[in-house]
Protein backbone atom coordinates (compact mmCIF):
# COMPACT_ATOMS: atom_id res chain seq x y z
CA UNK A 1 0.00 0.00 0.00
CA UNK A 2 1.50 3.27 -0.86
CA UNK A 3 -0.03 6.64 0.51
CA UNK A 4 0.68 10.17 -0.40
CA UNK A 5 0.14 12.96 1.50
CA UNK A 6 -0.13 16.91 0.88
CA UNK A 7 0.47 20.04 2.61
CA UNK A 8 0.84 23.57 2.55
CA UNK A 9 -2.39 24.63 0.91
CA UNK A 10 -4.52 27.95 2.16
CA UNK A 11 -5.53 31.16 1.11
CA UNK A 12 -2.83 33.75 -0.04
CA UNK A 13 -3.94 37.05 -2.20
CA UNK A 14 -2.47 37.65 -5.45
CA UNK A 15 0.96 38.20 -6.29
CA UNK A 16 1.70 36.12 -3.39
CA UNK A 17 3.44 32.83 -2.49
CA UNK A 18 2.69 29.50 -1.34
CA UNK A 19 4.38 26.05 -1.00
CA UNK A 20 2.75 22.69 -1.71
CA UNK A 21 4.34 19.63 -0.16
CA UNK A 22 3.54 15.41 -0.76
CA UNK A 23 5.08 13.08 1.16
CA UNK A 24 4.90 9.52 -0.46
CA UNK A 25 4.99 6.55 2.18
CA UNK A 26 4.50 2.86 2.30
CA UNK A 27 5.93 -0.18 0.15
CA UNK A 28 8.33 1.73 -2.10
CA UNK A 29 10.67 -0.19 -3.98
CA UNK A 30 10.97 2.88 -6.39
CA UNK A 31 9.16 6.23 -7.53
CA UNK A 32 9.22 6.96 -11.48
CA UNK A 33 7.56 10.22 -12.19
CA UNK A 34 6.12 12.78 -9.93
CA UNK A 35 3.38 15.84 -10.47
CA UNK A 36 1.05 18.16 -9.79
CA UNK A 37 -2.47 18.42 -10.78
CA UNK A 38 -5.17 20.70 -10.42
CA UNK A 39 -9.06 21.08 -10.41
CA UNK A 40 -10.86 24.32 -10.62
CA UNK A 41 -14.49 24.15 -9.61
CA UNK A 42 -16.08 23.38 -13.09
CA UNK A 43 -13.31 22.40 -15.05
CA UNK A 44 -11.45 19.29 -15.70
CA UNK A 45 -7.75 18.13 -13.52
CA UNK A 46 -5.29 19.51 -15.17
CA UNK A 47 -1.37 19.00 -15.15
CA UNK A 48 0.47 21.88 -13.68
CA UNK A 49 4.23 20.71 -13.54
CA UNK A 50 5.74 17.29 -13.81
CA UNK A 51 9.33 15.62 -12.32
CA UNK A 52 10.91 12.94 -13.33
CA UNK A 53 12.89 10.51 -11.22
CA UNK A 54 16.42 12.19 -13.83
CA UNK A 55 14.91 15.50 -12.80
CA UNK A 56 13.90 17.01 -15.72
CA UNK A 57 10.90 18.97 -15.23
CA UNK A 58 7.81 20.08 -17.38
CA UNK A 59 5.26 22.84 -16.63
CA UNK A 60 1.64 23.81 -18.04
CA UNK A 61 2.51 27.30 -20.28
CA UNK A 62 0.37 29.15 -17.66
CA UNK A 63 2.70 28.62 -14.67
CA UNK A 64 6.27 28.41 -16.27
CA UNK A 65 8.47 31.46 -14.47
CA UNK A 66 6.30 31.34 -11.51
CA UNK A 67 6.05 27.52 -10.47
CA UNK A 68 8.86 25.08 -9.37
CA UNK A 69 8.86 21.42 -9.00
CA UNK A 70 11.34 19.85 -7.07
CA UNK A 71 11.78 16.69 -5.52
CA UNK A 72 13.86 14.69 -2.60
CA UNK A 73 14.46 11.55 -3.51
CA UNK A 74 15.88 10.59 -0.31
CA UNK A 75 12.70 11.39 1.94
CA UNK A 76 10.37 10.61 -0.96
CA UNK A 77 8.84 14.09 -1.32
CA UNK A 78 7.59 16.41 -4.22
CA UNK A 79 7.19 19.90 -3.40
CA UNK A 80 5.64 23.15 -5.64
CA UNK A 81 6.75 26.52 -5.06
CA UNK A 82 4.17 28.63 -6.40
CA UNK A 83 5.13 32.28 -6.30
CA UNK A 84 2.92 35.33 -8.44
CA UNK A 85 0.27 33.47 -7.96
CA UNK A 86 -3.29 34.77 -9.83
CA UNK A 87 -6.78 34.35 -9.01
CA UNK A 88 -6.81 31.99 -11.73
CA UNK A 89 -4.63 29.53 -9.72
CA UNK A 90 -7.47 28.91 -7.20
CA UNK A 91 -8.16 25.17 -7.49
CA UNK A 92 -7.50 22.14 -5.49
CA UNK A 93 -4.07 20.88 -6.04
CA UNK A 94 -3.45 17.11 -6.09
CA UNK A 95 -0.14 15.25 -6.08
CA UNK A 96 0.55 12.18 -8.52
CA UNK A 97 3.54 9.34 -8.04
CA UNK A 98 4.06 6.28 -10.46
CA UNK A 99 5.17 3.82 -7.52
CA UNK A 100 7.03 0.68 -8.34
CA UNK A 101 6.18 -1.24 -4.75
CA UNK A 102 7.89 -3.88 -5.63
CA UNK A 103 10.58 -4.87 -8.90
CA UNK A 104 7.50 -5.92 -10.68
CA UNK A 105 4.29 -4.12 -9.36
CA UNK A 106 4.20 -0.67 -10.51
CA UNK A 107 1.22 1.71 -10.06
CA UNK A 108 -0.48 5.60 -10.13
CA UNK A 109 -1.59 6.87 -6.70
CA UNK A 110 -2.75 10.26 -6.00
CA UNK A 111 -2.59 12.55 -2.64
CA UNK A 112 -6.45 14.04 -0.80
CA UNK A 113 -6.10 17.15 -2.22
CA UNK A 114 -5.20 20.15 -1.04
CA UNK A 115 -6.91 23.82 -1.08
CA UNK A 116 -5.47 26.41 -2.89
CA UNK A 117 -7.11 29.77 -3.14
CA UNK A 118 -6.00 33.31 -4.47
CA UNK A 119 -8.25 36.08 -3.52
CA UNK A 120 -7.66 39.73 -1.98
Known amino acids: QVQLVESGGGLVQPGGSLSLSCAVS????????MGWYRQAPGKQRELVAF???????NYTDSVKGRFTINRDNAKNTVTLQMNSLKPEDTAVYYC??????????????WGQGTQVTVSS
Open 26 to 33: GSIFSINH
Open 51 to 57: INSGGST
Open 96 to 109: NADVFSSRWWRDVY
